[in-house]
């Protein structure tokens, strides 16, 4: 889980980013809604906060579409869809800031000083699913397959929470649900 994930968005302008795909903070483009992403009290935290990134409740959740609160540490969002533009947002937000490689990522977003997070394999994971090393720059185009790569290993959607820690540290994730096809 993130713990500097209400960071505010990068100053420099995002011109580049495909507001189709990659919304910023700031005006975040549409995101078509899920098939049928889980809601509600089944499922994981992020399931049951619309949260695909289990991002926190700080001022960048508060300001962005659909937040509607907290659950007393991470944001709520009205939807999936929402949840995600803002994971996206943040994300791009990282790239432009510099914190641009699945380890860079995954060491900011859930680093080691919080107890379960092991940054490395959350790492790998995400490189995985990119097709690179975890040292690798991430550019702004791969924001959709990384956001869904995060999803996974934060246990969204169909995936099932591991005992112990995050879902996504296995090879590939925690299940073979593919979240690209969830958004």
Avoid at 37 to 53: F, I
Wanted: cysteine-free; aromatic content about 6%.
């Amino acid at each position: 889980a993130p713990t500097v994930a209400n960071d505010q968005p990068a100053d420099q302008p995002t011109a580049s980013v495909p507001t189709a795909s990659v919304p910023t903070a700031s005006a975040p483009a549409p995101v078509a809604s899920p098939q049928s992403a889980p809601t509600g009290s089944d499922g994981t935290r992020a399931t049951r906060n619309n949260n695909p990134g289990n991002i926190e409740a700080g001022s960048f959740a508060k300001g962005m579409p659909g937040y509607v609160g907290s659950d007393g540490r991470f944001a709520q969002f009205d939807t999936p869809a929402n949840g995600r533009s803002a994971q996206l947002a943040l994300l791009a937000n990282y790239v432009n800031k510099g914190v641009d490689t699945p380890l860079k990522i995954a060491s900011k977003w859930a680093p080691a000083s919080e107890k379960g997070n092991n940054p490395v394999s959350y790492a790998a994971a995400l490189a995985a699913k990119l097709d690179i090393k975890p040292t690798d720059q991430i550019t702004l185009s791969m924001l959709p397959t990384l956001a869904s790569a995060q999803s996974k290993v934060e246990g969204f959607g169909a995936a099932k929470r591991a005992a112990g820690g995050r879902t996504g540290y296995a090879v590939g994730g925690a299940d073979d649900t593919d979240l690209d096809t969830a958004f």
